[in-house]
């Protein structure tokens, strides 16, 4: 580490701040910039003690002023198996190569700590001096994060779903259990994706609310889900949820169609750009929603390694 002066301390709710500045003075180019208000909401998701699960390098000179950060969070993603997921950076001034390995070497040990089977890192894909820390230890592409963003509604969105296909609202259904079954057939095996709990689907209620989810339905079979809402500001913008098939149903023109549908939705509401995220999906999938007029304007490779067997 440069001049033996910066060590790894424990991150205290004091640096919430000074952590934020970091992330946006870290990230890659290209990488969109996150805010106070956003990180506390994604930090609401992952309810974890974050003197535990994320350390700090604070500025010799100046210990207010962070210049690195490792971080991790574990969950379970199916009976009896744990994953950790890793974030690091490093402000572009003290990147030397020397910070990065420390900060990896911490979180694989913390991550082995508390019990992880394997370990999972998002790297944007430019980022060649973090992938190649990776492939080193063992790291391989499995997966890839796409951020994607629609500035002006198409006006030839379709304005119906195929024959034999509806979309019936949370408070049509009326059943979180199935919601929760559905979602876990249509997400978790993809990567990126968890199982959804009570929990996390009490929060996604919460953030979505009742309104604004669906459950997709061929006849009377739910094969898919998804949702949409409104990001209030100066002006209204849209956030699209990735829809969700069950692996029988996937392909790239239920996925566009759900999609449009969502779409017209938003575009009653006036709400644009319109931001869609998606985790683990096929080429054909994204193209798909490029057709419809959404741009890539963020891709991360997701790295794994498997601690255990």
């Known amino acids: 580490m440069p ?17 934020v500045h970091l992330l946006n003075a870290a990230s890659h180019p290209g990488t969109p910039a ?23 390098i604070r500025h010799p000179d100046d210990p207010g002023q962070l210049i690195a950060y490792a971080d991790l969070f574990t969950r379970t993603v199916r009976a009896g198996e744990r994953e950790a997921n890793l974030s690091l950076g490093v402000r572009p001034t003290w990147q030397d190569g020397d910070l990065e390995t420390e900060l990896l070497e911490w979180l694989m040990q913390r991550a082995n700590d508390l019990g992880a089977d394997t370990l999972n890192i998002y790297t944007p894909a430019p980022a060649r001096i973090l992938r190649n820390h990776l492939e080193l230890r063992g790291f391989e592409v499995v997966g890839a994060y796409h951020k994607l963003t629609l500035e002006h509604f198409p006006t030839d969105l379709p304005t119906t779903l195929p024959a034999g296909y509806t979309l019936r609202s949370h408070q049509a259904v009326n059943n979180d259990e199935l919601f929760i079954r559905i979602m876990n ?63 029988e149903y996937r392909t790239a023109e239920l996925y566009s169609m759900v999609a449009a549908w969502g779409l017209k ?18 080429d ?20 794994q390694k498997r601690l255990r067997a």
């Open 265 to 282: 939705n938003l575009a009653k509401k006036r709400a644009k750009p319109v931001t869609l995220e998606t985790w683990g999906e096929a």
């Open 3 to 19: 001049d033996g002066h910066v060590r790894l301390d424990p991150y205290q709710e004091r640096d919430f701040s000074a952590f």
């Open 34 to 56: 996150t805010s106070e208000a956003a990180q506390l909401e994604y930090e609401s998701w992952l309810n974890r003690d974050l003197s535990q699960t994320r350390a700090v």
């Open 284 to 303: 054909e999938t994204i193209s798909a929603y490029q057709h419809l007029g959404f741009k890539i304007v963020f891709t991360e490779l997701g790295y």
């Open 185 to 247: 057939r249509a997400y978790s095996d993809l990567w990126g994706h968890s199982l959804a709990t009570p929990e996390v689907w009490a929060h996604i209620v919460e953030t979505y609310t009742p309104e604004n989810l669906f459950l997709l339905f061929s006849s009377d079979e739910a094969i898919g889900c998804t949702g949409f809402r409104l990001i209030e500001g100066e002006t209204s913008s849209g956030s699209l949820d990735g829809p969700g098939l069950v692996p």
